[in-house]
């Protein structure tokens, strides 16, 4: 229990270290984990929503939804690292690599199976309304897949902001990796301040994503399934009307 206490009053300092005063600030470190994050979870959004976005509205590439997320899952970051480190060297692109192998797979996957699984009724509708394959992507699909998207995006989001700590072995410098990496100088509290740092930073992106994901659903989605039907089939009656 201690070793908690010593943990937070670490926290409390600001990372700041008895006898160690050029240590970087905790508040500093928070911040470039977090930035080092975004840059993968931008980067595998960029790659991998469209891909799953657009093999689930053609209903086509389960195999390779399903693939991509077994691979992910069975490639370590530390083994990606390794081997990037032969190709692109010691720093930040390699740990973006290995965070961008990591976070594309769920990314895919869900967006897959969340467009996948819209109810083919609607999107038979929408196409009967006269509406284009774009627009039903985008008008109907998409909207409907929302919370599969985002689930998606949230366990990719987590997944990284966790891992960035590897960043330290690939020479990168300038993440809570560093603390966790340097118990030498940080002592058994600092490492275990770093680490409850990182836990409650993926916990409060994940928070932010949720707030984010409940913005974006269409207000029948949240209302309740029983009313998604017709909420749903309104839209797209004023969604038709719009494009005649």
Known sequence: MSEFVEAFEFIGRNGAVPGEP?????????????????IGVAISIAIGLPLGV???????GSFVAINVGNLGRALPSIVVLAIGDTFLG????????????????????????AVDSVDPDLVDSARGMGMS????????????????????????????????TIASLAGFSGSLGDIIANETSYHFYGVLGAAICVAGLALAVEGALALLQRALTPRG???????????????????????T
């Not at 050029?22 to 975004?38: D, F, I, R, W, Y």
């Not at 769920?106 to 897959?112: E, F, K, R």
């Not at 008008?139 to 995006?153: I, K, R, S």
């Open 221 to 243: 989605l949240r209302a309740g399934a029983g009313e998604r039907p017709a909420t749903t089939i309104g839209q797209l009656g004023a969604s038709a009307a719009a494009h």
């Open 90 to 113: 010691l720093g930040l692109t390699v740990v973006e690599v290995a965070l961008v192998i990591l976070a594309v797979p769920p990314i895919v996957t869900n967006a897959y199976y």
């Open 54 to 60: 657009w093999l689930g509205h053609r209903h086509r």
């Open 133 to 164: 394959e774009r627009e039903v992507l985008t008008d109907v699909e998409l909207p409907l897949a929302v919370p599969g998207v985002f689930a998606g995006v949230r366990t990719a989001a987590v997944f990284v902001i966790s891992t960035t």
């Open 22 to 38: 050029n240590l970087p600030s905790l508040v500093h470190l928070t911040l470039e984990t977090l930035k080092v994050g975004a």
